[in-house]
């Protein structure tokens, strides 16, 4: 089923984001994840592909259709773009085709570290809006979702131009949005107002990351350029060193938050649950999901 259904169906659409195995987490160990996180039944589950920079992109296409196999829950893997051939993107869609799966989140993905990286030349797909047209022009009965940017994309000068580049998402057929991460709803609402003068009207679901520990909001806030507001760096200051109490105060504030967005009146909430069911389980006990 093409996810986009879903949003014109329900009211909010729940969703969780995983990553494939890397070197904190073997196969056996993920899929015993996803048997937890299937408990929950969200509307769809999204896979990372090469996320932050990494070339952890092996199993990507493969769990998603365990995903879907197994549980027949909608899986939607991630296909970063700007370190791809033409070939390497069409050999990833057939494969996505193949095993059934009719979603994708279309990235241009984040730059590779290493200054020696050689992109591929030409460069076919520089920014996820060519991906995206790519799609949607070919033969692959594939739908695209996209990324944005509450607080602007760290790599453009502007919000106001990055809302630019992400109508050309849009235009080109992305059919709903997942935010990147954020902790400050006044950001967002900031974001909506600019987009409700730009006509454009596909679904947006809250990229919401509950914080676990306060190490991986430095890594994190690095990558995608979040601000952190003055009540989540008090928390993060108090429990530096207490990753226990870090966790159930990091989940009460993203509680608290969606509760926030939810009367503001949004289309969904994507967990950036990141392989931690127990976070899952916390947040559907203090939302009463
Ligand atoms: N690997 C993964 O699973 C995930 C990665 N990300 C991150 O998302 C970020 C970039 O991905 P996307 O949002 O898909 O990139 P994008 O291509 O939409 O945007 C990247 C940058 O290029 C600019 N841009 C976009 N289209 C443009 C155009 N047509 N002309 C001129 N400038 C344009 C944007 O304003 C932005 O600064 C990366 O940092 C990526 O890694 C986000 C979610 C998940
Ligand atoms: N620029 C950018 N790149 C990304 O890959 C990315 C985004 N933004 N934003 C949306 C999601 C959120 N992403 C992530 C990625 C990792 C953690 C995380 O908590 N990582 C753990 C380590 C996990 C492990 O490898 O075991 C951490 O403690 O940092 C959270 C969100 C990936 N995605």
């Not at 092996?58 to 027949?72: F, L, M, P, R, V």
């Amino acid at each position: 089923m093409n996810i986009i259904e879903k949003f014109n169906k329900k009211d909010k659409v729940i969703s969780f984001e995983i990553f494939p195995p890397n070197k904190t987490m073997t196969l056996k160990q993920l899929l015993d994840v996803i048997d937890e996180l299937a408990l929950f039944r969200p509307d769809f589950i999204s896979v990372t592909y090469g996320a932050s920079g990494n070339a952890n992109s092996n199993y990507t296409i493969d769990i998603a259709q365990y995903i879907k196999e197994k549980y027949t829950i909608e899986a939607m893997p991630h296909l970063t773009c700007i370190t791809s051939t033409k070939d390497k993107i069409d050999e990833i869609l057939r494969s996505i085709e193949e095993k059934k799966l009719r979603n994708v989140l279309a990235l241009r993905g984040d730059l590779p570290t290493d200054p020696n990286f050689k992109f591929p030349d030409p460069l076919h797909f520089q920014y996820a809006s060519d991906l995206i047209k790519y799609i949607k022009s070919s033969k692959y009965d594939i739908s695209a979702a996209a990324a944005c940017y509450p607080e602007g994309h760290m790599d453009c000068d502007s919000l106001d131009k990055d809302i630019d580049n992400l109508c050309k998402k849009v235009e080109m057929g992305a059919d709903f949005l997942i935010t990147q991460l954020f902790f400050d709803n006044e950001k967002y609402y900031t974001f909506k107002d600019k987009l409700s003068k730009k006509n454009l009207s596909v679904p947006i679901t809250m990229g919401i990351l509950p914080v676990t520990n306060a190490k991986q909001i430095k890594r994190i806030t690095t990558l995608s350029g979040a601000s952190i507001p003055a009540k989540l760096d008090t928390l993060l200051k108090k429990y530096e060193n207490d990753n226990k109490s870090m966790m159930e105060a990091g989940i009460e504030y993203a509680c608290r938050q969606m509760e926030e967005l939810n009367e503001f009146g949004v289309d969904g909430f994507h967990l950036y649950v990141m392989n931690k069911p127990e976070v899952a389980k916390k947040i559907f006990k203090n939302m009463n999901w």
